[in-house]
């Protein structure tokens, strides 16, 4: 157990929608990423947020967006969904200057 | 962008035997991390090894690092059947205030066959 939830475990939503993904860091860990599984690839960077700040995005369009609050969760926004979104969504989070992060199971979300 | 290209893709062993996977990268790092996943549920840190840094050993893993040729690798030895899953690498770039980004690659996926 990594002490970081997600919610929920499964979505399905169709095209054209949006959709919020929730992730509940280990308390004391003030860095949270998002990373987008496809199936069969390994995880891809999102973006980073660091104190409620965005700390750093990967190649990832507007649509995709996210907020951080202050007592250690966090959401990832996807806006307009497309078939393409389909995959599984992790975060992880991190305290201070550690390398190590610490991953939720994630949420599992299908386009349809 | 995948910037780790674990090598093989599949690995099949039986139990007890030993497995090997390895893993190239493509730019500097600071470090270099390997996950597990299980299923496709949420990955497991298993083991990080810094820029300068050759191994490392963590109960039944051992992890070397070549700079040189951009190159690691993960020995799992005397395998279990639990041990099955898919392995990943990761490398840590610097976001700035000792922020990483992680960059994975494909992963290899691992079957003990008991």
């Known amino acids: 157990e990594t002490g970081v939830t997600q919610s929920p475990t499964h979505l399905i939503k169709t095209r054209g929608q949006q959709v919020t993904l929730r992730c509940s860091s280990q308390s004391g860990h003030n860095t949270v990423s998002w990373y987008q599984q496809a199936l069969g690839q390994g995880p891809q960077f999102i973006f980073q947020?660091?104190?409620?700040?965005?700390?750093g995005r990967g190649n990832f369009p507007p649509r995709f967006s996210g907020l951080q609050f202050p007592n250690y969760s966090s959401e990832l926004n996807v806006n307009a969904l497309e078939l393409d979104d389909s995959a599984l969504y992790l975060c992880?989070?991190?305290?201070?200057?550690?390398?190590?992060?610490?991953f939720g199971p994630g949420t599992r979300l299908l386009v349809l | 962008s995948q910037q780790g290209e674990e090598d093989p893709q599949a690995l099949s062993i039986q139990e007890g035997e030993n497995a090997t996977m390895n893993c190239s990268y493509k730019t500097s790092i600071n470090n270099l991390q390997w996950y597990r996943q299980n299923s496709g549920r949420g990955l497991v840190h298993l083991i990080l090894?810094?820029?300068?840094?050759r191994e490392k050993h963590s109960g039944r893993l051992r992890v070397t690092l070549d700079t040189s040729k951009k190159s690691s690798s993960l020995l799992i030895t005397a395998s279990r059947a639990a041990d099955t899953a898919s392995y990943f690498c990761?490398?840590?770039?610097?976001?700035?205030?000792?922020?990483?980004?992680?960059?994975f690659g494909k992963g290899t996926k691992l079957s003990v066959i008991p």
């Open positions: 090894i810094r820029s300068n840094e």
């Open positions: 990761a490398t840590a770039g610097g976001l700035g205030a000792g922020s990483y980004q992680l960059t």
């Open positions: 992880a989070s991190n305290g201070g200057a550690e390398e190590t992060q610490y």
């Open positions: 947020y660091y104190r409620e700040e965005e700390n």
